[in-house]
């Protein structure tokens, strides 16, 4: 009986050989089709490594056959460093887990450098470096956040608004504002400059033209400075936007005079809000309820709109009274005994109160 199962046996063992090598055999061939359509270098990460080594260290040299993601002498190394790695960290000195603290007095210069400049973690680092002490980002970043000292939505050196507000008694904004003229052929864009004072919010209009050329621009430039001159109101920062009706000679003519020309970012209408707003303001209140019908009729309505926008309305960033004024706090009127009269301007349009001498 023996001797019938014995070569039984051995005929049923060769077969699966055949069949096991009949199926390495193809997914070799698969392997091969797959590798000529991936790139030349496939990058492996650490675990990726470790299950190779796992696998293919029981097949000893037999991996020279099969293996082709990289090299044998790669594979080998891998299995080397493997086993060469220390099985776990070494113990800290001081017996405790985790990760050393940082010195007291060290995190103490940290926090006192964030509270003195600002800086963010990584100028705190090198500061830390110039002083001998070799810490990393984050070992800065957790001594700062565990102080409640973290980054906040405006935790900048310098924002646009705290650069309006330390410029603002010599800060000008200025844009160009247009305006419809009817003419016999039809509607035309009429052009025209204006500036305001961040400071005081007092505002000054140039004269309208068809055609803001470049020597047109820089000639308002010219009479802008001689009424600030002759206002008293100094302009050592002017911001402007990026349109082309300014020229080299627009600044030259502010340059002249140590005045900074601040061109603001393309794209940026928030950074002139101040202009936009007074342009948004003179053509609701004023233009917008007139049509235009020559040169010297929009002339008069922006001369009469800036006199107006400067001495009879009200701002909100000025205590709501106008820009320009005799005090910042106006004398109290007794209205049971003075006659309140209303000051007509533009046919009735403008409107504004005093009382009667």
């Given at each position: 009986?023996?001797?019938?199962?014995?070569?039984?046996?051995?005929?049923?063992?060769?077969?699966?050989?055949?069949?096991?090598?009949?199926?390495?055999?193809?997914?070799?061939?698969?392997?091969?089709?797959?590798?000529?359509?991936?790139?030349?270098?496939?990058?492996?990460?650490?675990?990726?490594?470790?299950?190779?080594?796992?696998?293919?260290?029981?097949?000893?040299?037999?991996?020279?056959?099969?293996?082709?993601?990289?090299?044998?002498?790669?594979?080998?190394?891998?299995?080397?460093?493997?086993?060469?790695?220390?099985?776990?960290?070494?113990?800290?000195?001081?017996?405790?887990?985790?990760?050393?603290?940082?010195?007291?007095?060290?995190?103490?210069?940290?926090?006192?450098?964030?509270?003195?400049?600002?800086?963010?973690?990584?100028?705190?680092?090198?500061?830390?470096?110039?002083?001998?002490?070799?810490?990393?980002?984050?070992?800065?970043?957790?001594?700062?956040?565990?102080?409640?000292?973290?980054?906040?939505?405006?935790?900048?050196?310098?924002?646009?608004?705290?650069?309006?507000?330390?410029?603002?008694?010599?800060?000008?904004?200025?844009?160009?504002?247009?305006?419809?003229?009817w003419t016999v052929k039809g509607l035309v864009?009429?052009?025209?400059?204006?500036?305001?004072?961040?400071?005081?919010?007092?505002?000054?209009?140039?004269?309208?033209?068809?055609?803001?050329?470049?020597?047109?621009?820089?000639?308002?430039?010219?009479?802008?400075?001689?009424?600030?001159?002759?206002?008293?109101?100094?302009?050592?920062?002017?911001?402007?936007?990026?349109?082309?009706?300014?020229?080299?000679?627009?600044?030259?003519?502010?340059?002249?005079?140590?005045?900074?020309?601040?061109?603001?970012?393309?794209?940026?209408?928030?950074?002139?809000?101040?202009?936009?707003?007074?342009?948004?303001?003179?053509?609701?209140?004023?233009?917008?309820?007139?049509?235009?019908?020559?040169?010297?009729?929009?002339?008069?309505?922006?001369?009469?709109?800036?006199?107006?926008?400067?001495?009879?309305?009200?701002?909100?960033?000025?205590?709501?009274?106008?820009?320009?004024?005799?005090?910042?706090?106006?004398?109290?009127?007794?209205?049971?005994?003075?006659?309140?009269?209303?000051?007509?301007?533009?046919?009735?349009?403008?409107?504004?109160?005093?009382?009667?001498?």
């Open positions: 009986m023996a001797a019938i199962i014995h070569p039984l046996l051995a005929l049923l063992a060769s077969l699966s050989r055949q069949e096991l090598a009949r199926q390495v055999t193809y997914l070799k061939t698969e392997n091969r089709i797959l590798r000529s359509k991936l790139p030349h270098r496939i990058s492996l990460s650490n675990q990726e490594r470790r299950t190779l080594v796992k696998h293919g260290r029981q097949l000893g040299a037999r991996i020279k056959e099969l293996i082709s993601i990289v090299s044998y002498s790669s594979f080998r190394r891998w299995v080397r460093e493997l086993e060469d790695a220390p099985s776990k960290r070494p113990a800290r000195k001081d017996g405790k887990g985790g990760r050393p603290r940082v010195e007291e007095s060290l995190s103490d210069a940290i926090l006192r450098v964030r509270k003195e400049t600002g800086w963010g973690y990584t100028k705190i680092v090198q500061a830390m470096r110039r002083l001998g002490h070799n810490v990393s980002r984050q070992t800065v970043k957790n001594v700062i956040v565990q102080a409640g000292l973290g980054p906040q939505p405006h935790d900048y050196p310098d924002t646009w608004t705290d650069f309006l507000k330390r410029h603002a008694a010599t800060l000008w904004q200025c844009d160009f504002a247009c305006k419809k003229k864009d009429v052009y025209f400059l204006v500036f305001i004072h961040i400071g005081t919010r007092r505002v000054w209009i140039s004269p309208c033209t068809e055609h803001p050329t470049g020597e047109w621009s820089a000639q308002q430039a010219r009479n802008f400075l001689m009424h600030i001159q002759d206002e008293d109101v100094p302009c050592t920062h002017l911001c402007r936007d990026n349109d082309t009706k300014y020229v080299t000679a627009f600044d030259s003519v502010f340059e002249a005079t140590g005045c900074k020309v601040k061109r603001t970012t393309p794209m940026s209408p928030n950074l002139q809000a101040h202009v936009e707003r007074v342009i948004q303001t003179i053509k609701h209140e004023v233009l917008n309820a007139f049509c235009i019908v020559s040169d010297s009729h929009l002339n008069h309505l922006l001369r009469v709109t800036q006199d107006w926008y400067n001495f009879r309305r009200g701002h909100s960033a000025r205590d709501h009274l106008p820009p320009i004024r005799d005090s910042d706090t106006p004398a109290t009127i007794d209205l049971t005994k003075h006659k309140l009269i209303c000051v007509e301007e533009l046919g009735g349009h403008l409107k504004s109160y005093r009382s009667a001498a």
